[in-house]
């Protein structure tokens, strides 16, 4: 009897918990949620590029290896999984040894006007044909693509109504939560992705006992096998290697821990009837490992075995709480807040429907700042591979753009907010992969080019793909070891860490070797220039009438170069490094030709005042050295600051910012220019035009680089310390005319605090990491002082009015 009273009194706990966590409104402000499902009945493409809109409907979670998307549908739950290697393709031999030979040619007849005869000659003898770089054709090809896991299939075997629902994502706990009631059953879901225990965690709970019944089946659009197996299922097999034959395997673990009822598998199914209480634990994992040049060789078979015996032998809540510690080390050391007073409670999907209509909702400003670091921590823990062009997050076999990593500006905007979002950690993975890419990259120099150093051209992947693309329009961009290298110093920057500018400086002098190789002379001018190149993606219209993308000296690789070999003087400087190498590399940068101002006051995209062929063009590639360059700025270089304004709303005129990506970008660009309100249109772009229900970008299709691109511009509307001085509130709009923002990080380690009430600072708090002399600036006036490691100094509007 007494037992009975003890089991009705648990009873009568959950169903309390329930009317508590059964809401129609978040208690926490960063959530995203929602009404009603995500409709899992609704099947993806899965080679088409289309998005599916109910895939954007789902909500994400990832633990930098792992990716889950929790539809949240009632009676037939789907939860998309990814994982970070699983890749088809293979390492491949891609370099051209005879290409080096007709370099000078090309050279000569790009310098001479002969642009049509130099563009022929560079696709007859520079690219790479056939390799599935392109618009993404990489699946069954050695270059390969990122693609999805498969699906976890929950099925409840009910088609009766259901009420009460209500979806999350909590983003300061990374959990997403579903509730609903049916047929007089509250039900709860609650499912995250844990980093420490290298599992997805689902729990499935009932406030009546013995009412948790569903069947599980995991599958994929291909080569898959689906099995039962000592008390687990497992889903296995092996990707296409685009030669003929396999390459990566995969494996994923399923197992169900339940409170009373029963748990059977059979055959490809997973059974639970009449349970209290049910927790899914799911592994997986490849054998793919980040090491040149073979890329595999990890026992995942072993390894998920190990996470899942691990995770199923830990009471649920410690699960939970090791999650949350992990998680929330990174995720809380930042604060937003540009809607003071009390929140009005609104689903995600209809805030961003009004937003469109009125385009002004600050909470929806600073829910999208703090959901791109969500995704930067969920798709990038140290370990792990870098974030691609679609994060962690993939439901397709062929991705767009095979997911893979773009070097002509998206791999790089992935990271832009790292460090400046106190979220220096998540960068690590870009370096690994580039420590990496840099072997290849060596061969690539050598064959392609017989230089020294290495190099990578627009795209690569996680087999070491360091080739041009397969056509010169856009795939002889050989700025991108220039541009991705250009993170190595940025880290050091922020961190100060000499330990890892020590290991990272062979890397950054092999760009800077590639590039002293690569250089050369103008006949006209005397100036060093780089080519044959592109401006990434544009074209121009040729002397000779032709419609051309190559040229000697474009804008963009100018700057990269000047930044690259700034980094690297920089970084010798501090290590003490002097030699005949350096110096040359400091008489090089004096002679680079840079940048120009065109006879209308614009910066010039190439060496020559070449019509436009699209004048509002999504890349604004020669603006690089404005941002995430510091080449030009308001204090070294104001004329290329007008020109470089001119440029940019020139393009902004004609139609530019129309991808996600694009208009993410335009957002630090006016920042920069100190310009609040064009920034902040530029944000409210993104927001209108590339941004699904779930927050997701778009380009369109679904491209990650927008999130973090927009998290990036609102914290350089915040705070800047590109050019010597931290710049408190560079770039306000009045629409922000209130606010507090806490956690930010300048460069030399200072974390910065600040307040402001009518567009004016109110405090700051300056709280150095380091130690450093600190030179911070607020409306023109700049305080000059030094603060001790783990010291704070606090600031008013009136330190700066003195």
Not at 555 to 579: C, K, M
Not at 765 to 772: C, E, F, L, Q, T
Request: hydrophobic share 35%; with cysteine; charged share 20%.
């Amino acid at each position: 009897m007494v037992r009975i009273k003890i089991q009705f009194l648990g009873f009568m706990i959950i169903a309390l918990a329930f009317a508590c966590t059964n809401k129609q409104s978040p208690q926490s402000e960063l959530n995203l949620w929602y009404n009603q499902p995500a409709d899992a009945s609704v099947a993806d493409d899965p080679d088409g590029w289309k998005d599916d809109p109910e895939w954007l409907n789902a909500l994400p979670l990832g633990n930098g290896s792992l990716g889950a998307m929790v539809f949240g549908d009632v009676n037939k739950e789907r939860i998309q999984l990814s994982e970070e290697s699983m890749w088809s393709g293979s390492p491949a031999d891609n370099d051209n040894p005879e290409a080096h030979k007709h370099l000078g040619k090309i050279r000569q007849l790009l310098f001479d006007g002969k642009y049509k005869e130099a563009t022929e000659l560079t696709n007859k003898t520079q690219v790479c044909k056939g390799v599935g770089t392109g618009l993404g054709n990489g699946a069954d090809v050695p270059f390969g693509c990122f693609q999805t896991l498969g699906n976890l299939w929950i099925d409840n075997g009910k088609d009766s109504p259901y009420d009460n629902y209500y979806r999350e994502l909590d983003l300061t706990d990374a959990v997403v939560r579903v509730s609903y009631s049916q047929d007089g059953v509250n039900y709860q879901r609650e499912i995250f992705t844990s980093q420490p225990d290298q599992v997805m965690v689902a729990r499935f709970t009932a406030d009546k006992p013995g009412q948790i019944s569903f069947s599980c089946t995991l599958d994929r659009p291909e080569r898959f096998h689906t099995y039962s197996e000592n008390g687990q299922l497992i889903m296995k097999g092996a990707l296409n290697d685009g030669k003929g034959g396999e390459n990566l395997k995969y494996i994923a673990r399923l197992k169900a821990v339940n409170k009373n009822g029963d748990v059977k598998y059979s055959g490809s199914k997973l059974i639970v009837e009449n349970a209290d209480e049910v927790t899914l634990f799911l592994t997986a994992s490849t054998n793919y490992v980040l090491k040149y040049p073979s890329y595999t060789g990890r026992n995942c078979e072993l390894l998920t075995l190990e996470n899942i015996e691990k995770a199923i032998s830990r009471p649920y809540q410690n699960l939970l709480q090791a999650h949350l510690t992990e998680y929330q080390q990174y995720f809380s050391r930042v604060s937003l807040d540009l809607t003071p007073g009390k929140l009005e409670p609104i689903p995600t999907n209809e805030r961003l429907a009004m937003f469109r209509k009125s385009k002004s909702d600050p909470h929806l400003d600073e829910l999208l700042f703090q959901y791109g670091r969500y995704l930067l921590i969920s798709s990038s823990r140290p370990g792990t591979l870098p974030a691609n062009l679609q994060g962690v997050w993939a439901n397709k076999i062929q991705t767009p753009w095979n997911g893979d990593y773009h070097t002509d500006v998206n791999v790089q905007m992935n990271y832009w907010p790292a460090e400046v979002t106190n979220l220096s950690e998540m960068h690590l993975p870009l370096f690994d992969l580039i420590e990496e890419m840099a072997k290849p990259g060596k061969k690539t120099a050598s064959v392609q080019y017989q230089m020294d150093g290495w190099v990578v051209h627009p795209v690569s992947n996680v087999w070491g793909y360091t080739s041009p693309g397969e056509e010169a329009s856009w795939g002889l961009h050989s700025g991108g070891g220039a541009w991705i290298s250009t993170h190595i110093f940025e880290h050091y920057a922020f961190t100060l860490d000499k330990e890892f500018l020590k290991r990272m400086y062979p890397v950054l002098e092999g760009s800077v070797q590639f590039y002293m190789d690569w250089l050369t002379e103008d006949p006209k001018t005397g100036k060093l220039v780089s080519g044959p190149a592109v401006s990434p993606e544009n074209t121009f219209e040729a002397p000779d009438g032709s419609l051309c993308q190559i040229s000697m000296g474009p804008t963009h690789d100018q700057q990269v170069i000047w930044q690259l070999f700034s980094d690297y003087i920089e970084a010798s400087q501090i290590l003490g490094v002097q030699n005949e190498f350096t110096g040359q590399v400091i008489n090089a940068r004096e002679r680079l030709a840079g940048s120009k101002v065109g006879s209308d006051g614009r910066l010039m995209e190439w060496p020559e005042e070449f019509p436009e062929t699209e004048p509002g063009h999504r890349h604004i590639s020669h603006l690089f050295a404005l941002h995430p360059g510091a080449q030009i700025n308001r204090k070294d270089t104001p004329e290329l600051m007008k020109a470089a304004r001119k440029s940019l709303d020139y393009r902004i005129a004609n139609g530019g910012g129309y991808t996600g990506w694009s208009a993410a970008w335009l957002i630090s660009q006016y920042a920069r220019l100190n310009d609040g309100e064009m920034a902040k249109q530029s944000l409210n772009t993104v927001l209108a035009k590339s941004i699904s229900n779930n927050l997701f970008g778009q380009h369109p299709p679904f491209q990650m680089d927008a999130n973090f691109g927009a998290t990036a511009g609102i914290a350089e509307m915040l705070i800047q310390s590109h050019a010597g001085a931290i710049h408190l509130l560079p770039a306000i709009p009045n629409e922000w005319s209130s606010g507090e923002v806490k956690g930010l990080v300048a460069r030399n380690g200072f974390e910065i605090d600040m307040a402001w009430e009518n567009n004016e600072l109110t405090k700051a708090v300056v709280y150095s990491k380091y130690g450093a002399e600190c030179k911070i600036n607020y409306k023109g006036k700049t305080l000059d002082f030094n603060i001790k490691k783990g010291e704070k100094k606090e600031l008013t509007v009136s330190d700066f009015e003195s």
